[in-house]
């Protein structure tokens, strides 16, 4: 089932410190289009943690192009994005994938060298698969607990339990 491929990401890891320059070179990834919220720092982050600034640095001296990509507004972006000089793109509507698309267009980026980092599934994951690139999922740094978002949870626990199966099933 193809949707269910847009559900799976490459990999899990236990947060964005995890996506090492050497992890990327080996994998030929040059452009990452990162999340912001939850995936690099809390909604209550106005500007980019301290542990933030530092992976940005290091992941732009090894060669490796950082640009935001996010569903919240231009405001939170560009507050965010602004002090590590890093282009950002607002009101991305992932899974949708214009901005997406638009973003890698500017940036002179072809999917195959191309990660998506997020704390999503269903808007993170898909995006990146629909789009042809790699995707690294992290989990959400301080998860919103509305209503929308415990059942947007409730619906990627499957996809992630298959993930954790293939990840350990050695026939795979």
């Not at 999340?35 to 943690?49: G, K, M, Q, R, V």
């Not at 992941?59 to 890093?86: D, K, M, Q, Y």
């Not at 994951?125 to 947007?152: E, H, Q, S, W, Y």
Request: glycine share 6%.
């Amino acid at each position: 089932m193809i949707f269910e491929h847009w559900l799976l990401p490459d990999e899990m890891l236990p947060t964005f410190r995890d996506v090492t320059p050497e992890k990327l070179r080996e994998a030929g990834i040059r452009f990452i289009f990162s999340d912001i919220d939850n995936t690099l720092a809390t909604y209550d982050d106005p500007e980019p943690p301290a542990d933030v600034t530092a992976w940005i640095r290091e992941t732009e001296e090894a060669g490796i192009r950082v640009i935001f990509v996010s569903n919240n507004a231009a405001a939170r972006v560009g507050r965010f994005a602004a002090p590590l000089g890093c282009p950002a793109y607002a009101k991305a509507r992932k899974p949708l994938l214009g901005v997406l698309q638009r973003a890698m267009k500017d940036a002179g980026a072809a999917p195959g060298e191309s990660l998506l980092l997020g704390d999503q599934l269903l808007t993170d994951c898909a995006a990146g698969r629909r789009a042809g690139m790699r995707v690294f999922i992290v989990p959400p740094i301080k998860d919103k607990t509305t209503l929308f978002f415990r059942a947007k949870r409730l619906i990627e626990r499957p996809y992630v339990r298959k993930y954790m199966k293939n990840r350990s099933d050695p026939g795979r």
